[in-house]
């Protein structure tokens, strides 16, 4: 009996653990596959780049680096931005297992009838008001960032006049219409 109930908390564990891993990779893969995409811009093919001088090399590696630059300074606002919110994560998965343990004992009592099942269970309510708080969320950190993001840029240390301004400005609007999905797949987990 204790190797069947070992092996039940171990499935229960990967239950709860492999969901949490996913919403906190998101951000993380998402900043990698930016990454991957953005340092291949102006890089020279490799027939090309044989044509070309060390100098005419230079520069277009050179100009792919600025676009690689600004996706940095982006990505460390994101990762501000995004982890201010993991609360919510912590908060729902709490609630959550909270209201399924009472219904497991409720259960355990012989008390079926006191069980909501369905759309209308507790736990069922908990995230979806979880969901959608962190949709919310996520509409104010894109507004935020599209009315601040020029602010944001400076705290990096990237001036509107500077070469890395517009790239990073583009990035930045950009991405930050993802913060809706981002930010409900960490509070989903």
């Not at 993380?28 to 001088?53: C, I, Y």
């Not at 507790?122 to 969320?137: R, W």
């Amino acid at each position: 009996d204790s190797e069947n109930n070992n092996h039940d908390w171990t499935s229960q564990t990967l239950a709860i653990a492999l969901p949490a891993l996913a919403g906190m990779m998101t951000d993380p893969l998402l900043s990698m596959v930016d990454t991957l995409f953005v340092g291949r811009l102006g890089a020279p093919s490799s027939s090309s780049s044989s044509k070309l001088g060390s100098t005419t090399t230079a520069a277009a590696v050179a100009a792919s680096s600025i676009p690689l630059a600004a996706l940095g300074a982006c990505t460390s606002i994101f990762h501000l931005a995004f982890h201010c919110f993991r609360a919510t994560t912590v908060s729902t998965s709490s609630l959550v297992a909270g209201a399924l343990v009472r219904d497991e004992q409720t259960k355990e009592n012989g008390n079926d009838d006191d069980i909501i099942l369905g759309a209308d269970s507790e736990a069922v309510l908990i995230a979806q008001t979880s969901i959608q708080q962190a949709l919310i969320t996520g509409a104010l950190i894109t507004a935020f960032l599209l009315a601040f993001g020029p602010r944001c840029l400076f705290a990096m240390g990237i001036s509107k006049g500077g070469q890395l301004y517009p790239s990073a400005l583009t990035y930045l609007n950009h991405r930050s219409l993802a913060a809706p999905a981002a930010v409900m797949m960490s509070a989903s987990e």
